[in-house]
């Protein structure tokens, strides 16, 4: 783990010498420079060099193209780009000052002054809107306050023009963050520069009511999904006394639709000018709060509680479980809107170190020590009574974040994070437990740990954690590891390679080996189960459910105690469609499983298994109801898309996106659906935004797909093969390369593939792979095996669109139109596009008479004669 080298200071960018780093973040650097030709300060962002050459480059050069238009003295301006040896620069204007929230802090400030600010920050978006540009990140930390007073738009990064194509801002994908969001940005909708002015409703409350208007509950889920549907606390509960008529700016800032707000920035401009100039001459330079109300304490009251029931309800009478799902951003979060509920409980996380300091370790001893103190506060956390450790796959996507948002959106309570110091082979090692919400520790225990014995570190922070965590014991006989100095090391060694998909197999082979050295070490059972989950998931290779059940087969009789070997087994039954053991698992867990969200989260993976969505919905919002978690926002959207209905699925990765925009499996899931209601090109786009050395075999397998929706055979056939050299027993590419060269009138091929995919499933039993096993038959045209294979997949297979389009593929081949056209329209109406229906699978029946009601009832099937344009 090296240090990064964003983190060092250069000398001088270009002809500009630099003085100091006036701040740092995920994109890069910001830099006091001294221009050395025209002796001027000037303030230059300095982008990372891992991002050089991302859209994070495409929009830093955006950013200098807007402000470049923009000449005002409310908008900080720009002076240069420069391309260095350090990477992309922007040069900007330096502002003598602070920002709005940081000034705030420092200065008294009346009513008058307020109401000046925010007039002169309408001058400037007016400015930039008038030429067509949107900021859509207007928030305190983004307003410039100058030592003479003015106010000043800076950070126009994230900020798109009304006038240009720009691919790198667009609908369904969200920008900008919480402080500044419109519910039209929750939403993922198409924007305007009236969110600009919801964002500076909400700068405005907050700089007039002290607060926000939706609460400072610790989960930003919970605030989105006000955003999207409450109403904030009316200003008047909160300021007595305001003007009338400020009062009325701000609710109309703050109006769910745009077409509800002020026409522009300079409207609202008038709008407060006007409200300083009527001021009557003896009022009070400031206006005193309630203190008897509070924006959290009206949205956990009953009143307004009741008001969203019944709007609820509303909702379902009108239109049932699909209005209920287009209407939510944030996985309906009714049930859990106290803010007092996000504090009690015992969720933990462990973070990874926050920084090696005094440190010249090798790459290789800051890796062992990271996950060798990762590994072991995860094996003592989950060794305790009373606590529950939220498991690490749901941490996935949120790497690029700050702590505290990682935790408030895993759902956890607390989280626990290491500082390390370290002088040649001693590190002393600083356990911090945090709260969430909160970015100072609440208790603080340290202790030496030497680099080259990882097991004696584990005993030594067992005894960190004992001091830290009185009240949470760990079980009576847990203390020991019972595994050797040299078999942890190989245990650490497989840990830090986990995320290395390609390296799967071969760290599967490894752990074998371990768990004949050390059976009674458990930690093994639950890493080969992840693994091996994983790599059926991206590979699609059954076998490896094979060696999953004989690995957990072979644990001692007291390791399958262990809830950890439990949850193993119910996943691998999971899979397998065991119904018998899948019952029997749920019921040993639900008894003794301390993570109550975490055993819904396994109920949901049944219920979708099986296809029972309505029960996976109501599994997944218990989970949530006890752990509003960035995952379950994820998991609602899968469900969604699976029952077709692509308008909630779409709101809900909107969402996603915004919490996690490095996510890719959201972007993969998004242009899923995007193929599935018939825009396949829209899907392409998308999944060529995230670089090939990221994209996943499933990322990869989307692609494929799309390009052969879209009738781009070529494209298809290349990355069906590059995908089949990565997964060669997945026998569904074999399936659809046999359907491509159907496509491309090459039967013989066609038959070579099917009995290629025949050959992978061998005897499965399973649904899918009975449904693949039909498939293949009736590509080759044994009718009679095909028809016995899908009417044993469907004993077990969910009745949903997935399901239904392979039984109308099956049955064009077997040569019962009947009922394909049944399935068919079974299929459009469970939310599949008719654009699936110009497959090559589709075109021998196309220009049949029997075809003739399906092709006027859905005019995109067939499309063009069964060439899909």
Known sequence: MQTPDYHTTPESIGRYKIVRCLGRGGMGQVFLARDQRLQRNAAIKLLRKDKTGTQAEARIRREAQLLAQLNHPNIVQIYDVVESEHGLALVMEYVEGANLRQWLREHETNLQQKLRIL???????????????????????????????TAKISDFGIASSETSNDQLTRENHVAGSFSALSPEQALGM??????????????????????????????????VDRIIHSDP?????????????????????????????????????????????????????????????TADIYFSSSLAGLGRRRKTKKLWALAGITAIATA???????????????????????LEPTEFRDSDLSAEHRNLLDNSLRANLRRNLSLRRGLSLVPDYELEGLESLPATQRAAWAGAQHWIQPVVACQRSQCEVEINLYQAGLDIPYKTSKTTVELDDPLQNYYLLQHQLDTLLPEAPVQEGATSLEISEADYRRYLAVLARKNRLRELGSMMDELEGLREAAPTFSPVYDLYAGLAIEHYGQFKDYNVLDDLQHFLWQ????????????????????????????????????????????????????????????????????????????????????????????????????????????????????????????????????LTEIHPDKRSPIDIFNLCT??????????????????????????????????IAVGQGDE?????????????????????????????????????????????????????????????QIYILTEDITSAKVYIRKTIEQGLSPIWFSTPYFDR?????????????????CHAGGKHG
């Open 748 to 808: 013989e091929a066609a038959l070579e593939e099917a009995r290629a995919a025949l050959a992978i499933l061998g005897e499965r039993t399973d649904w899918e792979g009975q449904l693949m096993v039909a498939r293949a038959w009736a590509l080759i045209g044994d009718h009679e095996k095909a028809i016995t294979a899908l009417l044993t997949a469907q004993n077990s297979a969910p009745d949903d669109f997935f399901m239904n389009y392979n039984r109308a």
């Open 119 to 149: 007039a002169e920050i309408c001058k400037g978006l007016e400015k930039a809107h008038a030429a067509g540009i949107v900021h859509r990140d207007l928030k305190a930390e983004n307003i410039l306050i100058a030592s003479d007073g």
């Open 190 to 223: 198409p924007l305007d520069h009236r969110c600009d002015l919801f964002a500076l409703g909400l700068l405005a409350y907050r700089l007039i009511c002290r607060q926000h208007p939706f609460g400072e509950h610790a989960n930003p889920i919970v605030i």
């Open 233 to 293: 606390i009316p200003p008047a509960k909160l300021v007595p006394g305001l003007p009338k008529p400020l009062y009325r700016l701000l609710e109309q800032l703050l109006a769910k639709t745009a077409d509800k707000r002020p026409a522009s920035a300079a409207e609202v401009e008038t709008c407060l000018q006007r409200i300083a100039d009527e001021m009557p001459a003896d009022a009070p330079a400031d206006f005193d709060l309630s203190d008897t109300q």
């Open 555 to 686: 644990a001692p009789p007291e390791i399958k105690k262990n809830t950890a070997w439990q949850r193993a087994w119910l996943r691998l039954a999971i899979l397998r469609d065991n119904e018998a053991e899948v019952l029997a698992s749920l019921a040993q867990l639900e008894r003794n499983f301390e993570d109550r969200a975490g055993f819904y989260h396994l109920l949901y993976q049944w219920h979708y298994r099986r296809g029972k969505y309505e029960d996976a919905l109501t599994a997944i919002r218990s989970a949530a109801r006890l752990r509003p978690s960035y995952l379950y926002t994820y998991e609602m959207a899968r469900t969604y898309s699976a029952i077709g209905d692509h308008t909630a699925t779409r709101t809900l990765l909107a969402t996603a996106r915004l919490l996690a925009p490095e996510d890719n499996k959201v972007t993969s899931l998004l242009a899923a659906t995007e193929m599935d209601s018939g825009h396949p090109a829209r899907a392409i786009e998308l």
């Open 845 to 861: 029946v196309c220009g049949d008479s029997a075809f003739e009601s399906i092709r006027d009832a859905y005019p995109a099937v």
């Open 328 to 350: 939510s951003a944030a996985f309906l979060l009714r049930d859990y809107q106290n803010p007092l509920h996000a504090r009690s409980g015992g969720n933990y996380v462990t």
């Open 706 to 739: 799309a390009y052969y929706v879209e009738r781009q055979f070529d494209h298809a056939n290349t990355c069906f093969r590059q995908l089949q050299a990565l997964s060669p027993q997945d026998a569904e590419l074999s399936l659809y390369l046999a359907e």
